[in-house]
């Protein structure tokens, strides 16, 4: 089982700006995708962005294109969602997600293996 640290989340006004991380161990791979995805209350989870490990690819959901930028240091197993310019809509639990064995983005959220245990954002107008 993959463990999860969790960090960056917290209260910021509309327009500012949050750095979450997510610190992955407990597996061996080379190749391994990370997504980041949210879920606020009443609404069902949906995936924001994603990376694989092996070449850097990206994928960001339309409603973060532009505002969010997801990166990865491989060494320390470590992803990363820089979001700038937030909106009230991006209010809601972040959760990071493993699938060990890389595969083509995006990734299914029934696809990944392990899951943090989320961190709070909330963007006050």
């Known amino acids: 089982e993959v463990q999860f640290v969790e960090s960056g989340g917290g209260l910021v006004q509309a327009g500012g700006s949050l750095r979450l991380s997510c610190a992955a161990s407990?597996?061996?791979?080379?190749?391994?995708?990370i997504g980041w995805f949210r879920q606020a209350p009443g609404k069902e989870r949906e995936g924001v962005s994603c990376?694989?490990?092996?070449?850097?690819?990206?994928y960001y959901a339309d409603s973060v294109k532009g505002r969010f930028t997801i990166a990865v240091d491989n060494v320390k197993n470590t992803a990363f969602l820089q979001m700038n310019s937030l909106k009230p809509e991006d209010t809601a639990v972040y959760y990071c997600a493993i699938k060990v064995w890389g595969r083509d983005l995006p990734v299914p959220l029934w696809l990944y293996d392990d899951w943090g245990q989320g961190t709070q954002v909330t963007v006050s107008a």
């Open positions: 990376i694989r490990s092996a070449d850097g690819s990206t």
């Open positions: 407990g597996f061996t791979s080379d190749d391994w995708n």
